[in-house]
């Protein structure tokens, strides 16, 4: 059975910075993309960030303007989200997903997702 959770979340001020982490098991990790999303109440889910298996491709998206950056290390079966300068904006479920990035940015192509880390960042 695949398990995907994410870790990380808090409550932050503007300017701050945060790295989300997420773990997974059940899969062959170091064979597989992982990408992180992030869904604001009323809003869609929107791909942020996707890295391949053996992180020699990145897929990024215009959301997070530069200020995200995606690892991964595959020894420990991790990936990980840095967030730097966060604004208000950010505030969100951030989740984490396994699957195919091909089709970056659809979520549809991601088969296996965490139950999210809630960010929320004030001014």
């Known amino acids: 059975q695949v398990q995907v959770m994410e870790s990380g979340g808090g409550e932050l001020q503007a300017g701050d910075s945060l790295k989300l982490s997420c773990t997974a098991s059940g899969l062959t990790f170091g064979h597989t993309a992982m990408a992180w999303f992030r869904q604001a109440p009323g809003k869609e889910r929107e791909g942020l960030q996707c890295i391949s298996w053996n992180g020699g491709i990145d897929h990024y998206s215009h959301h997070d303007q530069g200020r995200f950056t995606i690892s991964r290390d595959n020894d420990k079966n991790t990936v990980y989200l840095k967030m730097d300068n966060l604004a208000p904006g950010d505030s969100a479920m951030y989740y984490c997903?396994?699957?195919?990035?091909?089709?970056?940015?659809?979520?549809?192509?991601?088969?296996?997702w965490g139950r999210g880390t809630q960010v929320t960042v004030s001014s």
């Open positions: 997903a396994e699957g195919d990035s091909y089709f970056w940015p659809a979520a549809s192509a991601f088969n296996h």
